[in-house]
C-alpha cells in the first residue's frame, strides 16, 4: 500500500499532488491517540481478527517519503517517455519498469516493516482478546513475566534456582525473537545500504 502510493506522489503531473503530500503529512505530526483509534477500529468491526494487526498500520507515511524519493532520484523522467511512445500507461510502467528498478528500496521498506511487525506486541495487547490470535511476542512476554513472579515468590536455594531458569528462559526468548530477522538480513543487505542512501537524499 505504501509504494503505490509513492509511485502516485513522484508522478510530476499527478493532479493535486501538493495536497496529497499535505494529507499523508498531517498524520505523521498529528495522531488522533489510543481511544479514537480503538473506537474506529472496534466500528470497523476488526477486533479479535487476524486483520487488526495489519489493515489499520499497513501506510507508513515515512515509508511513503523514502519511496517517493528514491522514485524521484533513480526513475528517470526519460524512461517515462519512451514507456509512453511504446504505449505503455502509468499502471503498466510501474508494475513492468519501475518495480524491477526499485528492489533497493523494496526490500528496505520489506526489512522495516518485517522487523516492525515481528517486534511488535502493545496493538496485539490493545486489540486482541484471543489467546489463538496472539502473536510470538506476547506469548514471549508472557513466559517472562510467570518466570519472574516465580523467581520473586521462592526463596532459598529454590529461589536461586527459579531466578536461574528465569535468566535461561530469558535468554532463549531473546535468541527465538531475534534469529528470525537474523536470518532474513543477509538477503536484503545487499540492498540496504543502497536503498536507504538513495531513498533518504535529495539531489
Given at each position: 500500500?505504501?509504494?503505490?502510493a509513492a509511485y502516485a506522489l513522484s508522478r510530476k503531473k499527478m493532479y493535486g499532488r501538493k495536497l496529497f503530500h499535505i494529507f ?6 498529528f495522531s488522533g491517540g489510543l481511544i479514537p483509534t480503538y473506537l474506529v477500529v472496534k466500528d470497523f468491526s476488526l477486533l479479535d ?80 482478546r484471543e489467546p489463538n490470535l496472539q502473536p510470538l511476542q506476547i506469548v514471549l512476554r508472557n513466559i517472562l513475566i510467570v518466570n ?56
Amino acid at each position: 500500500m505504501n509504494i503505490p502510493a509513492a509511485y502516485a506522489l513522484s508522478r510530476k503531473k499527478m493532479y493535486g499532488r501538493k495536497l496529497f503530500h499535505i494529507f499523508y503529512l498531517i498524520p505523521m505530526f498529528f495522531s488522533g491517540g489510543l481511544i479514537p483509534t480503538y473506537l474506529v477500529v472496534k466500528d470497523f468491526s476488526l477486533l479479535d481478527t487476524v486483520w487488526v494487526m495489519f489493515v489499520p498500520f499497513a501506510v507508513v507515511t515515512y515509508y511513503i517519503i523514502v519511496a517517493r524519493t528514491f522514485f524521484d532520484n533513480s526513475i528517470p523522467e526519460d524512461l517515462w517517455e519512451a514507456a509512453q511512445l511504446d504505449g505503455c500507461g502509468y499502471i503498466g510502467f510501474f508494475f513492468r519498469i519501475t518495480l524491477p528498478l526499485s528492489k533497493a528500496i523494496l526490500s528496505v521498506i520489506a526489512l522495516w516493516t518485517a522487523v516492525g511487525q515481528w517486534n511488535a506486541y502493545f496493538n496485539a495487547l490493545i486489540y486482541l482478546r484471543e489467546p489463538n490470535l496472539q502473536p510470538l511476542q506476547i506469548v514471549l512476554r508472557n513466559i517472562l513475566i510467570v518466570n519472574k513472579n516465580m523467581g520473586n515468590m521462592l526463596t532459598g536455594m529454590a529461589g536461586q534456582e527459579a531466578k536461574s531458569l528465569a535468566d535461561l528462559i530469558k535468554y532463549a526468548v531473546i535468541v527465538v525473537s531475534s534469529a528470525p530477522i537474523m536470518c532474513m538480513y543477509p538477503f536484503v543487505q545487499k540492498y540496504f545500504n543502497q536503498g536507504v542512501m538513495l531513498g533518504s537524499l535529495k539531489g
